[in-house]
């Protein structure tokens, strides 16, 4: 095999140059480890690179390609969010809990990646258990932003995010609760998506909030997550959230125009809910008239509050966090980060009756959104305010003091995923977020393709 | 269907009160750790009574799980395309880091 890798490489190119031998698995991960040797120490992206077994995968994947072999993440180099178990690979969660946590098996997702032939290159960092963080008093230091590394990259799936933007990995497996892969995505430029839940199994990454907890792909297109989904997706009977619907062929469902579909514009949501800065707001205009522009119907769609959402999501997540860790915050809490302990101490004191309304409420709010979507094919809304704030600007009570747009898909049970929607004029990224109906995971994905090829957010990387 | 938010917001717990909950939770917590409770805990509290609680009661419909029926057959599932391989004689498999043992 010939050729030098570029800096920076998606899934979807990688694959075609690895399949046509004209890029070699083994340079790949050398080039990416190099990157991470070089510029790791600034972004603190990794916890643990996997350097030894990365570089035998890789060696075992060009094998297989030069015996004939092929298939689309086949030597494709990614890095998982640290609450995702891999065999005889530590998995601390970020946490001094699990410090020297060695899992004997794989999450059944990296297991699924591995086996269609990914390389794994090490363990990313995430906020404790992910939840609790940026936070400054662990074992490792928060993850930075490669656009800025004075600035947050959103969380919890913070290495991920930055691991991604950087060129330091293909993709990444984040996990999203409350908007964990899409806060992240949004703040570092990337695309990330969240399932419907159900669809990609959850079995071995450590929970949060069960009943709210998604896994999904992270990479620099939307494209590149259908590919990362089309290997995580199907049923798994070990995890009983798993449910088993027909197959999708998602890398190839995005590949269809938009004309004709009915996009609903959550304009409450930025100008009241949680003002959005003005450049999200020429973010959101530009984003209406781009789709406007691929033959998409673009009305203005409502939703009950962000705040209603926020109040039920944030609700069941510290009481369902707090029930998790309640054993061992008895026996060790001076071990876990003070923005843990603000952040899951409270649900000790959310009575029974308080997690059954929050859930009863959650019906309502599902039902609600339902209906939205008999008007509409997806809906789209920023996913933050405004760009990534500094990280000493982060405070410990941050996930219950102001609320998040993204929290309303994990209430609501849909997918939803973010894409790059523009910049600031200081160069930093502005998501854009498209939320789908309950299995119209396809759907978010294509719109969200067909948004990055009609406009040029993908041309513009990071300056390391 | 979507109710407005409750406005009332119940008022802080007493240190009397939040010793009493922390108690019986088991838990034991220096000044510093209470006093980032207390904060948490008031910001908590304002979302618990942003949610309805006075539903009536056949509402409990809302709060239910689905069980499948005893002889319900599982959902067929089409097979999920493989990457594609095309495996010359002989030829070594795609990567794959050990995975003999699955059980859980």
Known sequence: MKGSPAPFLTIAEASRLIASKRLSPVELVRMLLARIEALDPQLNAFLLVTEKPALNAARAAERAIMAGHKGPLLGIPLAYKDIYETAGVRTTAHSRILADNVPKHDAETVHRLQTAGAVMLGKLATHEFAIGGPAFDLPWPPARNPWDIRRFTGGSSSGSGAAVAAGLALGALGSDTGGSIRLPAAYCGIAGFKPTPGLVSRRGVIPLAPSLDTAGPMAWTAQDCAILLDAIAGHDPADPASVAVPAVNYASAIATPLKGLRVGVLRRFYEHDVPASPEMLQVMARAATTLKGLGCRVEEATLPSVQEYNAVGRVIISAEAYALHEATLKTRLADYSRAFRVRVLAGALVRAADYIAAQRRRTDLIAATAKVFEKFDVLITPPTAGAAPLLNEQRPDDGFSRPLLTTVANVAAVPAMVVCGGWTASGLPLGLEIIGPSWGDATVLRVGHQFELATDTRARRPEL | ?104
Request: aromatic share 2%; hydrophobic share 45%.
């Open chain 2, 1 to 104: 269907m979507t109710a407005s938010p409750a406005t009332h917001v119940p008022p802080p717990l007493s240190p009397g009160e939040m010793q009493l909950l922390l108690s019986r939770a088991g838990l034991v917590l220096n000044p510093g750790q209470v006093a980032d409770l207390v904060l948490a805990w008031r910001q908590v509290a304002g979302l618990i009574a942003s949610i309805p609680h006075d539903r009536p009661l056949v509402d409990d419909l809302a709060f239910a799980f689905h069980v499948p029926p005893p002889a319900a057959k599982p959902i067929a599932v089409a097979a999920r395309p493989k990457p594609k391989t095309t495996p010359k004689k002989g030829a070594a498999k795609p990567a794959k880091r050990k995975q003999a043992a699955r059980k859980r």
